[in-house]
């Protein structure tokens, strides 16, 4: 299980459940939980304030407001966890969260999925992945197994989540109705060991993959980011080639997102990982305003259709029961 190094539990979050169990946790395996009504990160810089909020958990209480949307992955953004324990160059959460990416649970969980229930009308989709990897905590929080359950419990309700991370055992024996959807982002492994740190390996993810699918969940990949270094189309290849060989046999979804970069995430990246070797050139890209309101930097057009061409044939060619969502 991921350890965090510092652990805030705001005062108006500890009567709730969740809050006294990482208090226990932390109490057990003598791990820093400090009860406060401000939690504040050392004004350091770099990689430095970066690695150390990545080891730090603030537990709080989430005021509900309106719920953000999440196209194309869902209708609706879930936020029970922000933040992630991994360390991956690209992330994704860079332009969100700065450069002190702390992790932060929600305790008020029942209150935030009761509130997803009310706004649900029929097949409602939510997206648990939008603004964190949620899978690391589980062996801490436990918020992903009651989401799953409560998303079960629910006809109107679907639940998506998105990882690559492994901690999924307190799922697999749940009734989950079909009710949610784990997509594994997978990559060649040379993006793997150059850019996501601190994650598990293919295998391990495949691995979890295969113990999701015989649990009878609906399991999809995600591509992403794909980056088009020289000898993209091999690796890339190669690892659709291992990745059926390695799961059982059965229906796959898959969504592919092509590297994108925001200038905030650019200079947020360049501060955090110096020597990066990221390709974050600005010429040779299309710059296009995003759904969030800023724009990003995407592949030029006839580099992106080269990639849809590439993946639409190749998944189609060792996956026989694949659905591709979306290639962007
Ligand atoms: Fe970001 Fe996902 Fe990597 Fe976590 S695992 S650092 S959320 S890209």
């Not at 350890?3 to 009567?15: M, P």
């Not at 226990?24 to 990689?47: M, P, V």
């Not at 109107?156 to 959807?181: P, V």
């Not at 691995?207 to 969940?217: D, P, R």
């Amino acid at each position: 299980m991921f350890k965090f190094k510092n652990v805030y539990i705001y005062k108006n979050a500890t009567d709730y459940p969740v809050a006294q169990k990482i208090h226990s946790y932390c109490k057990e395996n003598n791990i820093e939980c400090e009860i406060t009504n401000r939690a504040t990160s050392e004004e350091t810089e770099g990689f430095k304030a970066y690695a150390q909020a990545k080891r730090t958990l603030w537990i709080t209480v989430k005021k509900i407001g309106k719920f953000q949307t999440c196209k194309p992955s869902a209708d609706y953004q879930l936020t029970l966890v922000s933040g992630c324990v991994g360390m991956c160059e690209y992330c994704y959460l860079s332009t969100r969260s700065g450069i002190r990416p702390v992790v932060k649970v929600y305790a008020n969980v029942d209150e935030i999925l009761q509130k997803a229930k009310d706004i649900s009308t029929e097949n409602t989709v939510f997206e648990m992945s939008a603004s964190s990897d949620p899978v690391p905590l589980e062996p801490l929080t436990g918020v992903l197994s009651k989401a799953v359950e409560f998303f079960a419990q629910n006809d109107n309700m679907r639940l998506r989540i998105a990882t690559k991370f492994t901690d999924i055992d307190s799922i697999l024996n749940i009734d989950h109705k079909n009710h949610t959807e784990i997509r594994y982002s997978i990559n060649t492994e040379h993006i793997i060991k150059t850019f996501e740190h601190s994650t598990p390996t293919l295998d391990e993810r495949l691995s979890a993959v295969s113990k999701l699918k015989n649990a009878g969940y609906s399991v999809g990949f995600i591509i992403a980011p794909v980056i088009l270094y020289d000898g993209w189309q091999k690796d890339y290849e190669n690892m659709l080639k291992n990745t059926a060989k390695s799961i059982p046999n059965g229906e796959y979804t898959f969504e592919i997102i092509s590297h994108r970069f925001t200038t905030t995430a650019k200079n947020n990246i360049l501060n955090i990982f110096p020597q990066t070797t990221l390709d974050m050139n600005e010429e040779g890209r299309k710059f296009k305003f995003g759904q969030f309101g800023y724009g990003k930097f995407v592949y030029e057009k006839e580099h992106l259709a080269q990639m849809k061409e590439f993946f639409k044939n190749n998944i189609e060619k060792y996956f026989e029961n694949a659905k591709i969502l979306y290639i962007i």
